[in-house]
C-alpha cells in the first residue's frame, strides 16, 4: 500500500493516546481552580481542529467553550477572554506567525495556555503554562481536553469505558480502516484528479474535518480547486450549482449530525451524477462500541482521506509537501 | 439606473432605524430581567446575519454571546441554551423548514425569543415572545439589538451620538454609495458575468456578507459558482490556487479587522491579474463619523454588491428570483 506504514501509524496514534495521563492532571488542576471561559485558538487547519472540539462539546456539555481565530483575535481581540479563561493550542511547528503574536497577547492577559506544540523549543513552546510536546494527533488531543472537562463536569460518566476501548482498539480500527478504504482511495483520485472544481460536504465533528480538507489538503497540498459547505448549508445555496457533471463528495459521520448529512445523501442522486458518499458506518471499527464511533468519525474521515491523498499525489506527479507562495514568499 | 428605486430605498432603511424604539423596549426587559446566554440562530443567509452580529460583538463585549444554526440545534442540541436564555432570530417567510422547527424546540425549553418575521400571520411569527415585522433590513435589525444589549451593558457609551447620526444621515449615505458603485457595478458583471469559479474574501463585520454573497447570491440566485474565504484564512490553504487569471475579489471593510484584508490586498497583485479589491473607504459616508464608519461596513459592502447583481441579472438573463431546486423539489 502507497505511504503506509502500519506498524508507524499504530506507535503514533497508541503514543497520542498515552498523553492521557498528562493532559488528566492539567485540565483535573485547571478544573479544581476554576475558569471563566475555555476557548480552543487556532489558524487555518488547527482553526478546524478547534471548530471539530467545540461542535464535539456543544450538544453534550454546557462548559463555556468558543473557537477563536488566531488572526481575528490579534485585531478583534475578545472581551470574554481574560485572566481566568483557559486557553488551548496546538502547533506543529511552534512558528505559525498569527498563533505567536496570540499567544504573547493572551499571555499579556493571564489567561492559561494549555499548548500541544511538537517542536518543544520554539519560544512558542517555552510559553505556554503547560506544554506537551508529541508529534501528529492533533485532533485526538483536543478531544482528550474536551473529554476531560467534560468527565470532570459530569457530562461524560463514560469517559473511562470509552478510553479503555480507544487505548486498545483505536490505533488498529483506523489502519484498517485505512487498508479497507485503499482500493476506494485509488478509484475516487483516478476519477477526480483533474477536476476543476470539487465540492466536499459534512457536518458534526466531521464538519471542521471537512473544511480542513477541502482547505488544507485539496487547495494547499494538491493545488486542486475545492469548496467545503456544511450540510445544514448546503441546502441554502449552494445545492443551485450543482448539476449533473458537479463532482461531489459527501461525508457522514456517525454522531448527531448524522441526518443532516443523509438528507443529503437522498437529495444528490436526483441531481448529479458524479457524487460520492463516504460514511463511517461502513467501516468496522472493531472494539468500538456502538454508543461510542459517532465521537471518532472525523478520525475514520481522515483515515479514508489519506487513502485518497496519497494517490492524487502520485497520479498528479505532486508532491504533498510543496508550497507555491506559503512561506515562499513574505506577505 | 438600473433596479434601483431611490426613494424606496431610503424609506425603507429609515422605517427599520425607526423600530428602534420597539426594539429598545424589548432589550431593556430583557436585560432588565437577567439572562444566561444570548444566541443569535439562523440558517442559510440568517445565518450569516447571526455570524456578523457576534463578530460584531466580540470585541467590544463580555456578553455571552453564541451563533448558532438552526439545523445543527436539531440534532446536537446546545446545552447552554436554557429557559434563562435569549434567542434573536429573522425570517422573511416565517417558513423555513429548519427555523420553524427550531425554534419550536427553543420554546419548550422556555427560552424567550426576540423574532423579526416579516409575514406577520405565519405560526412562526405567532410564536415567538417578542414579534418585530417589518420587510427587509435584516443586518439593521441585528445590530439595533446587539447595540443595545451592548449599551446596557455599558459597552457602548456613544450609543446615542451613533444612532443620532444613523437616522439622520445611513439611509442617503447607503443610496448615494449605491449610485457611486454603479458604473463600476456594472463593468464588474460585464467581466465576471462568465467566470467558472469566483474567490470573494473578507473579514470582520464583511465576513457573514462575504459567506452569504458567495452562496446566497452568485450560487442561489445567480447560479454561478463561488467560494468565500475568510481574509485570516486565506492564507493557510486557498492561496495556493489563485494564479495570474483565478478571479478573486476582496471586501475591505473599516472596522478592527481590516488588517488582515488590508494584508491580502498586498498579496494579490503579486500573484493574480484578475483581482478586484471593494473598500469602503472609497465611499464618502456623509454625516456618519469616522470612528463609527466601521460599524456599518457590512451596509455599504451590501449596496455595492447590489450593484453588481443588478448587472448580473441582466447581462446573463438570469432573474434572481428562479431557483433550480430550493422548494421546486422535496428534499
Known amino acids: 500500500m502507497l505511504k503506509f506504514n502500519e506498524e ?12 492521557r495521563g498528562s493532559i488528566e492532571k492539567i485540565v483535573d488542576e485547571i478544573y479544581a481552580a476554576g475558569f471563566d471561559n475555555i476557548f480552543y485558538l487556532g489558524i487555518g487547519g488547527t482553526y478546524a481542529s478547534s471548530m471539530q472540539a467545540v461542535t464535539y462539546i456543544t ?44 499567544v504573547s497577547q493572551v499571555k499579556e492577559i493571564g489567561a492559561r495556555i494549555l499548548g500541544f506544540i511538537d ?9 505556554v503554562d503547560y506544554l506537551i510536546s508529541y508529534p501528529a494527533n492533533e485532533q485526538i488531543k483536543f478531544f482528550m481536553v474536551a473529554d476531560r472537562f467534560m468527565f470532570n463536569n459530569g457530562d461524560f460518566p463514560q469517559y473511562e469505558q470509552f478510553y479503555k476501548e480507544l487505548d486498545e482498539h483505536l490505533a488498529i480500527a483506523l489502519v484498517e480502516a485505512e487498508k479497507a478504504a485503499d482500493s476506494f482511495g485509488m478509484k475516487f483520485a483516478q476519477d477526480h484528479k483533474d477536476d476543476s472544481m470539487h465540492y466536499f460536504i459534512g ?22 480547486r475545492s469548496k467545503s459547505i456544511h450540510s445544514s448549508e448546503f441546502f441554502h445555496g449552494t445545492l443551485e450549482v450543482i448539476d449533473r457533471d458537479t463532482a461531489v463528495t459527501l461525508f457522514i459521520g456517525e454522531d448527531e449530525q448524522r441526518p443532516l448529512s443523509e438528507r443529503v445523501a437522498e437529495f444528490l442522486p436526483r441531481v ?36 485518497i ?23
Open 272 to 307: 448529479c451524477s458524479r457524487y460520492t458518499i463516504i460514511d463511517t458506518k461502513d467501516y468496522e471499527l472493531k472494539g468500538i462500541s456502538p454508543e461510542f464511533r459517532g465521537r471518532i468519525s472525523h478520525l475514520v474521515l481522515r483515515a479514508i482521506t489519506s487513502r
Open 59 to 102: 450538544g453534550k456539555s454546557a462548559l463555556p467553550v468558543y473557537v477563536e481565530n488566531a488572526a481575528e483575535y490579534l485585531t478583534t481581540g475578545n472581551r470574554k477572554l481574560t485572566s481566568k479563561s483557559v486557553v488551548i493550542i496546538s502547533s506543529v511547528t511552534g512558528s505559525t506567525e498569527e498563533m505567536v503574536r496570540a
Open 309 to 331: 491523498d496519497a494517490y492524487v499525489e502520485k497520479l498528479n506527479c505532486h508532491p504533498m509537501e510543496i508550497r507555491r507562495y506559503y512561506r515562499q514568499l513574505k506577505y
Open 119 to 127: 517542536v518543544k523549543d520554539t519560544p512558542l513552546a517555552q510559553s
Open 203 to 224: 457536518a458534526g465533528n466531521q464538519w471542521g474535518a471537512v473544511y480542513s480538507y477541502a482547505m488544507c489538503y485539496w487547495e494547499e497540498q494538491h493545488w486542486l
Open 8 to 19: 508507524k501509524q499504530v506507535e503514533s496514534v497508541n503514543g497520542a493516546l498515552q498523553l
